[in-house]
């Protein structure tokens, strides 16, 4: 294996062709061919699977793909350091539940790291997805939160895809309402004061289990229920529809405006957000820098 192998299997994963992927590397179709097949021969392993219409990613390529971009960034870190060699273009990606602070984070370190030349991501998704980016290495970090129904079957599914869970912090339930809805003069609301109310969800997917769910209490039965898949919508409807959703509080006036506001909700219920990150793998400077965002965004 040599990096110039996986740069090789990185770039044809990125244009989905091989021969955009030979043009782009400067190499004949053939050579980058073999490369490819030697590389997962060496591995015992299909990166690529090849039909008629193309090539597709397949499951343990997609594995093997996120490991591929892990060694090349530490390599280019080193070119960095020790040669002076600048990074083509800075790569970056988080996947996260739906957090004004998160996004704060990341354009933050994106001003700090992106420089002339960059690729960031950041993905706003599905619980279960999110855990799969991380695992895939599709993505760096991701952010989610844990709470007393959630925690056995969340840990659980960190462990089997063997990615570790570190608390930022821990907050009492809130709800998000408009500035203009009936309930916004209440210091604080309980659960009957929302009965008449619409509840917006975010969509899971496939994996719709409430234990994935991204709002606490997501078992307590709502005659009027709205789900989306985005947090524009959501605040659209929070306000069109005078709804609500349950959530951490935590909102960022700059970002979604002045028209959504936070209220406490008197239940007896926590959420503990954190970040998850692959077992035993080190950090990139990029990580790392993000942490330290999320955890000052977090005191």
Excluded: W
């Excluded at 994963?13 to 992927?21: L, R």
């Amino acid at each position: 294996m040599t990096l110039k192998q996986l740069q090789y299997a990185v770039t044809v994963a990125e244009t989905g062709n091989i021969t955009e992927a030979a043009r782009k590397l400067f190499i004949a179709q053939p050579s980058l061919t073999s490369a490819i097949r030697e590389l997962e021969n060496e591995y015992h392993i299909r990166i690529f699977s090849r039909s008629k219409k193309g090539i597709e990613i397949t499951p343990e390529g997609d594995e093997f793909l996120g490991y591929a971009r892990q060694v090349l960034e530490q390599a280019n870190l080193i070119d960095e350091r020790y040669v002076g060699k600048k990074q083509i273009k800075q790569r970056f990606c988080v996947s996260a539940q739906h957090y004004s602070f998160v996004v704060e984070a990341f354009v933050e370190l994106l001003k700090r790291y992106g420089g002339d030349k960059y690729e960031f991501h950041v993905r706003e998704t599905q619980t279960y997805d999110i855990i799969e980016d991380v695992a895939h290495l599709r993505s760096e970090i991701g952010v989610l939160y844990i709470n007393k129904f959630n925690e056995t079957v969340i840990r659980k599914t960190l462990r089997d895809n063997n990615l570790t869970f570190t608390s930022l912090f821990k907050v009492k339930p809130h709800v998000f309402i408009s500035k203009n809805s009936p309930l916004a003069k209440k210091r604080s609301i309980n659960l009957d004061d929302l009965k008449d109310y619409p509840r917006l969800s975010y969509e899971q997917g496939s994996h719709n289990s409430f234990y994935f769910a991204e709002e606490i209490l997501s078992t307590i039965d709502s005659d009027k229920e709205i789900i989306v898949c985005d947090r524009a919508t959501l605040f659209n409807l929070l306000i069109g529809m005078n709804g609500y959703t349950i959530c951490s509080g935590i909102i960022s006036e700059e970002l979604n405006g002045p028209n959504i506001i936070a209220k406490p909700l008197k239940v007896d219920d926590y959420m503990e957000i954190g970040y998850i990150l692959p077992a035993g793998l080190p950090k990139s400077l990029l990580t790392s820098s993000f942490i330290e965002l999320l955890e000052n965004k977090s005191m």
